[in-house]
């Protein structure tokens, strides 16, 4: 690695961490696969860890030491700074160790994801980056073999989606579903059931389904407010919800995620 410290922010390459607005930068820079920010030495390290590639990494002197053992095979630019300077850069003050530019991964095929799955979950258009990044987690923790995302879902790799799954976005397989036309035959083709969690009269109880779940099971998640789609209800082989009391009707997304993970883990 290659230590700089910096004193002024003139330096083109410190370009990626100037205001940190992630879905400009995965637009502007790299056009072929874009970045994405790792925040946290620990962050970083999975991220190191899966495989991808470093362009650059920015921190306080004090995190120069625990950052180092992690580089020791990459030759990037490490940018040293005073933390008024690059809280003037970032917008913020980085109180988690460093940040890193990462390059993108490129996504998989979703049939090559699908391929020797049991349980997956879609998330449909959901825009609440820590919504997002919650189910991640739930995903890790309770076994979930990947996670696929529509066209307009939030970016897993935007900052606060890495950070509220503590870093599982990197460690759980990911990728974009086509619209619900082409996306359905692709889960069709590989044997997969879909069980969509949403309020309807005709709607199975999640204790119920969980009895007789199938082998290969697709849980669908839609966002907070709007909820699933009509395609996304048409598309499903059948529509679920988790029993609840008390005059309350549903749970936030991410907590629905969790519920519905354990109750359908894989047995």
């Known amino acids: ?3 700089i410290r910096i004193t002024d922010l003139d330096d083109g390459r410190l370009d990626d961490y100037a205001r940190l607005t992630d879905v400009a930068l995965r637009r502007v820079s790299e056009p072929a696969g874009g970045l994405y920010i790792a925040e946290s030495t620990k962050v970083m390290e999975r991220a190191l860890r899966a495989g991808h590639r470093p362009r650059s990494v920015l921190l306080q002197e004090k995190w120069l030491e625990d950052v180092s053992p992690l580089l020791e095979d990459h030759d990037v630019p490490v940018f040293v700074g005073e933390p008024a300077l690059l809280e003037q850069l970032t917008g913020f003050h980085l109180h988690r160790g460093a940040l890193a530019a990462m390059h993108r991964p490129p996504l998989a095929d979703p049939a090559e994801l699908l391929a020797d799955a049991r349980r997956v979950v879609i998330l449909e ?3 609440d980056h820590t919504n997002v990044g919650a189910i991640f987690r739930s995903v890790a923790g309770l076994g979930a073999d990947a996670v696929l995302i529509t066209p307009r879902c939030a970016d897993p790799l935007y ?3 890495v950070r509220v799954s503590m870093g599982t976005v990197l460690q759980v397989p990911w990728t974009r579903l086509p619209e619900w036309d082409v996306a359905s035959g692709i889960l069709r083709d590989v044997g997969f059931k879909t069980a969509a969690l949403a309020l309807a009269d005709d709607a199975v109880d999640l204790d119920t389904y969980a009895r007789t779940a199938p082998e290969r ?3 669908v998640l839609g966002a907070e407010g709007d909820g ?5 209800l048409a598309a499903a082989d059948t529509i679920v919800t988790i029993p609840m009391l008390h005059g309350v009707d549903s ?4 907590s629905a995620s969790a519920v519905a993970l354990w109750e359908l883990r894989v047995r």
Request: charged share 15%.
């Open 217 to 219: 099971l697709a849980i």
């Open 125 to 127: 258009d959901i825009v």
């Open 228 to 232: 699933l789609s009509a395609s996304a």
């Open 1 to 3: 690695m290659q230590v």
């Open 159 to 161: 900052r606060r989606s």
């Open 251 to 254: 749970l936030n997304v991410a």
